[in-house]
């Protein structure tokens, strides 16, 4: 297995890595410097067509346009590379944090706990409609579906858990939690992850320097080094989805001195797996 950094960014929380597959490009955020990024593996091209306050995740539109999910609950479009509107979508004092698309064009959004509060998570139907599906979150974190359409993945990373539900994709309803995986003497805390085509599910560990592979029952597979401490998230792309790229947190992308020139930068694992195209939103804001 082959590590590669593939564009030096420094980012303070690089996150949300996504394939865009019509531009062909690899779209993530660094949520702390509010920009966000996106890369053209053909070229070499990197560039940041969004830099604003706070940015922490996007979903790809049915259009393929973005949803860029920001802070205050706040919600905009990226459209031609460039940010429009914010509408309002929850009360909420913290910013967004992990999110994904649902089969039906919904998307679960997570926002981070306050002083007053745990965090929440959010389902967002196309109608712009908000539901509540989880309080009292320490980190909501990564998500996914299993290749049938019945689970859905959600990670709480203080408790070192990723869940599973029953989900419902003609309603968006999920039910029934379970521990899908605990791993507290794994490296790091689970943050982002990824499911492949053949279901297997990839997890980043914050703090732990790796990726960590598990099958469709929990069980761990196999990890993959990463050579800097914080990584992300993950997320499949290229012309065949064989690539998986790595982000990556702790930089400055301000310049300013870092012990670990890594940090922040994002990466590319070559590993035997491809991935699925990611599910588009399609919610409609006013």
């Known amino acids: ?3 590669t950094r593939v564009v030096d960014t420094s980012c303070r929380l690089g996150e949300g890595p996504v394939w865009h597959p019509e531009e062909k490009r690899l779209y993530w955020v660094d949520i702390e410097g509010g920009r966000l990024h996106r890369y053209d593996p053909e070229t070499g091209a990197h560039d940041c067509p969004v830099e604003t306050s706070v940015i922490a995740g996007v979903t790809i539109q049915r259009d393929g346009s973005l949803l860029a999910f920001m802070d205050r609950g706040r919600v905009g479009r990226v459209v031609g590379g460039e940010l429009t509107g914010a509408t309002e979508i929850v009360d909420s004092p913290t910013r967004f944090n992990d999110v994904i698309a649902d089969p039906a064009g919904r998307v679960f959004c997570g926002t981070m706990p306050s002083d ?4 929440r998570l959010f389902r967002l139907d196309t109608d712009g409609t908000v539901t509540t599906v ?5 980190i909501p974190n990564g998500m996914g579906f299993t290749r049938d359409r ?3 993945y959600f990670t709480e990373t203080e408790a070192h858990t990723i869940y599973r539900y029953a989900y ?11 521990r899908f995986v605990e791993s507290p003497e794994t490296p790091g805390l689970p943050d982002g992850m990824t499911v492949d085509s053949a279901g297997n599910i990839w997890s980043a560990r914050w703090e732990g320097s790796c990726v960590v592979k598990y099958d469709t ?3 761990e597979l196999d990890r993959f080094d990463v050579p800097t401490e914080k990584v992300t998230s993950v997320a499949f792309g290229g012309a065949d989805l064989d690539s998986l790229y790595v982000t990556t947190a702790g930089g400055d992308p301000d310049g300013g001195a870092d012990e670990d020139e890594d940090a922040g930068a994002l990466f590319r694992l070559d590993v035997a797996a491809t991935g699925r195209p990611e599910f588009r939103s399609d919610v409609r804001l006013d």
């Open 217 to 219: 029952d929990g069980t």
């Open 134 to 138: 989880e309080t009292g979150v320490g």
């Open 1 to 3: 297995m082959t590590v």
């Open 116 to 119: 007053a509060a745990g965090g």
């Open 150 to 152: 019945d689970r859905f």
């Open 168 to 178: 419902d994709e003609e309603t968006g309803a999920v039910a029934d939690r379970e």
